[in-house]
């Protein structure tokens, strides 16, 4: 389906208190406006794979491709965004020579090649299944600030540019000891970076486990490459972070919110009763929830979703009860991150599901009645 399905128009009068050092303060109305739009993809007689909100997807090299990655049929899904049809469906083998599994993430790479990082390492795919190359990112073998037994390199990424370089997270189980890592995959050396959101992960991991009942509840970090340099951080607070491979620095960004909390306010542990666990799950849900910042090229500058469950019911069911719905929200930073605008979205009703730019656009994933979908939104400053 080439025509969009909705077109919808949004503007938001901001305003804005400006001052200066011992002036009165001065009103400025400015306009964000923000237009919105959704389309669906055309599957043909195919179905596509939706049951895990396209986690497991990425764009190619030129944006003009999305690869959903299809657990069921272990096969890739290669959806052409600027015709909106599924374009074909590509079959992977589990093991043998081009084996893949585990796996943890995925990206277009040059050359319509895709790279996919797994829990045993990272994979370099030809678009017709065929692996090219793999990377042995053993830290055992590594010098420098090494692993202990208990810890894992998670969620490794590769620099497109500096192949060489490997990025990851270094964690024990339950989130424990969450810390940024360069791996110089020449030197065979491992570096270390402890930050504060990272640092407190841990405190939000929930265990219940009473004979009858067993739960568990972790937060999630993110880390992605951008042409500037690695993003990372955790969906628990404002703060993020930019690794510049250059400089070999971190850049704190504090991103302080009009509306939510800086951080979650749920602390986790080791819960003796369901309701103890409940209770703690609800006030997580409640809490201000942060994804990483997306990288617009075109229009130099980054766009980040945020967002908060609330209940509309005092009482709740079961161990992981459901929201009675999300309000969802949108940062803009300029390519020096410094903040832009801030604006609530209220055409947003449930949690931000997979997101990307195209285009100069965000496009946020949507099920359409089992069908895919986008939301679209191109900002105006």
Same mark, same amino acid.
């Given at each position: 389906?080439?025509?969009p399905?909705?077109?919808?128009?949004f503007?938001?009068?901001?305003?804005f208190m400006?001052?200066?050092?011992?002036?009165?303060?001065?009103?400025?109305?400015?306009?964000?406006?923000?237009?919105?739009?959704?389309?669906?993809?055309?599957?043909?007689?195919?179905?596509?794979f939706?049951?895990?909100?396209?986690?497991?997807?990425g764009?190619?090299?030129?944006?003009?491709?999305?690869?959903n990655?299809?657990?069921?049929?272990?096969?890739?899904?290669?959806?052409?965004?600027?015709?909106?049809?599924?374009?074909?469906?590509?079959?992977?083998e589990?093991?043998?020579p081009?084996?893949?599994n585990?796996?943890?993430?995925?990206?277009?790479?040059d050359?319509?090649?895709?790279?996919?990082?797994?829990?045993?390492?990272?994979?370099l795919?030809?678009?017709?299944?065929?692996?090219?190359?793999?990377?042995?990112?053993?830290p055992?073998?590594?010098?420098?600030?090494?692993?202990?037994?208990?810890?894992?390199?998670?969620g490794?990424?590769?620099?497109p540019?500096?192949?060489?370089?490997?990025?990851?997270?270094?964690?024990?189980?339950?989130?424990k000891?969450?810390?940024?890592?360069?791996?110089?995959?020449?030197?065979?050396?491992?570096?270390?970076y402890?930050?504060?959101?990272?640092?407190?992960?841990?405190?939000?991991?929930?265990?219940?486990?009473?004979?009858?009942?067993?739960?568990?509840?972790?937060?999630?970090?993110?880390?992605?490459?951008?042409?500037?340099?690695?993003?990372?951080?955790?969906?628990?607070?404002?703060?993020?972070?930019?690794?510049?491979?250059?400089?070999?620095?971190i850049?704190?960004?504090?991103s302080?919110?009009r509306?939510?909390d800086?951080?979650?306010?749920?602390?986790?542990?080791?819960f003796?009763?369901?309701?103890?666990?409940?209770?703690?799950?609800?006030?997580?849900?409640?809490?201000?929830?942060?994804?990483?910042?997306?990288?617009?090229?075109?229009?130099?500058?980054?766009?980040?979703l945020?967002?908060e469950?609330?209940?509309?019911?005092e009482?709740?069911?079961?161990?992981?009860?459901?929201?009675?719905?999300?309000n969802?929200?949108? %940062?803009?930073?300029?390519?020096e991150?410094?903040?832009?605008?801030? %604006?609530?979205?209220?055409?947003?009703?449930e949690?931000p599901?997979?997101?990307?730019?195209?285009?100069?656009?965000?496009?946020?994933?949507?099920?359409?009645?089992d069908e895919?979908?986008?939301?679209?939104?191109n900002?105006?400053?």
């Amino acid at each position: 389906m080439n025509n969009p399905l909705d077109i919808l128009c949004f503007v938001f009068g901001l305003i804005f208190m400006l001052t200066s050092c011992g002036s009165p303060a001065e009103k400025e109305i400015q306009e964000l406006t923000i237009r919105v739009d959704t389309v669906q993809i055309d599957p043909g007689e195919e179905l596509l794979f939706l049951k895990w909100g396209l986690e497991l997807s990425g764009l190619s090299e030129d944006q003009r491709y999305l690869f959903n990655f299809d657990l069921e049929q272990h096969q890739l899904e290669k959806i052409d965004l600027d015709c909106l049809v599924l374009d074909r469906k590509i079959p992977f083998e589990k093991e043998g020579p081009n084996g893949l599994n585990s796996i943890h993430s995925l990206k277009g790479w040059d050359g319509g090649r895709i790279f996919f990082s797994t829990w045993k390492g990272p994979l370099l795919f030809s678009e017709y299944g065929q692996l090219e190359h793999s990377w042995n990112v053993d830290p055992k073998g590594f010098s420098g600030d090494v692993l202990s037994e208990k810890e894992s390199l998670i969620g490794v990424q590769i620099d497109p540019i500096r192949n060489s370089r490997l990025y990851g997270l270094v964690k024990e189980f339950q989130n424990k000891g969450v810390e940024f890592a360069r791996v110089d995959m020449d030197q065979k050396h491992i570096y270390r970076y402890s930050v504060p959101v990272l640092n407190k992960v841990e405190t939000y991991t929930a265990l219940l486990n009473t004979g009858e009942n067993l739960a568990y509840h972790e937060v999630s970090t993110y880390l992605e490459v951008v042409e500037s340099g690695i993003l990372f951080g955790a969906e628990t607070g404002s703060e993020w972070y930019l690794y510049d491979p250059v400089g070999d620095s971190i850049r704190v960004v504090s991103s302080k919110s009009r509306w939510l909390d800086d951080e979650n306010r749920a602390i986790g542990g080791d819960f003796g009763a369901a309701g103890e666990f409940t209770r703690y799950y609800k006030q997580y849900m409640e809490g201000p929830h942060y994804f990483l910042p997306v990288y617009d090229a075109e229009n130099k500058r980054y766009w980040r979703l945020f967002y908060e469950h609330y209940f509309t019911v005092e009482k709740t069911e079961g161990l992981f009860p459901k929201s009675s719905g999300v309000n969802v929200y949108l %940062a803009l930073y300029d390519e020096e991150l410094n903040l832009i605008r801030e %604006a609530k979205l209220p055409f947003l009703t449930e949690k931000p599901l997979r997101h990307f730019i195209k285009d100069g656009m965000l496009w946020i994933f949507v099920n359409l009645e089992d069908e895919m979908g986008f939301v679209r939104l191109n900002i105006e400053l």
